[in-house]
């Protein structure tokens, strides 16, 4: 069973910035992609971005390209999410997923392609 731990969230001003980690416990076919995802209360999950860690492709859901940037260590199996000009809109609970890539590309929305699922991580922006 593949483990994913997210760390990095926090409570942080507009504008401001954070970085959060998901680290793996394996890699493996089923963890060729990992992803970003966040919830906020009374909304529908929303994708972020993905990375295809054989590679290093990246992936962004179109509104949040350029603020966020998806990142890995291989050597850690570890997957960040550095997160600039935060606004309070992005406050939301941050999960990391895990899955197999689709022809060697991984989905930055499409959360039923992933099989696992980390904690959740909470992200607050406010002033």
């Known amino acids: 069973q593949v483990q994913l731990v997210e760390s990095g969230g926090d409570s942080v001003q507009p504008g401001g910035s954070l970085r959060l980690s998901c680290a793996a416990s394996?890699?493996?076919?089923?963890?060729?992609?990992m992803g970003w995802f966040r919830q906020a209360p009374g909304k529908e999950r929303e994708g972020i971005a993905a990375?295809?860690?054989?590679?290093?492709?990246?992936y962004y859901h179109d509104y949040l390209r350029g603020r966020f940037t998806i990142t890995q260590d291989s050597a850690k199996n570890t997957v960040y999410l550095q997160m600039n000009s935060l606004k309070p809109e992005d406050s939301a609970i941050y999960y990391c997923?895990?899955?197999?890539?689709?022809?060697?590309?991984?989905?930055?929305?499409?959360?039923?392609?992933?099989?696992?699922w980390g904690q959740g991580t909470q992200v607050t922006v406010s002033s």
């Open positions: 990375i295809y860690r054989a590679n290093g492709d990246t």
């Open positions: 997923a895990a899955g197999p890539a689709a022809l060697g590309v991984c989905s930055s929305t499409a959360a039923d392609v992933y099989v696992y």
């Open positions: 394996e890699y493996s076919s089923n963890t060729e992609c």
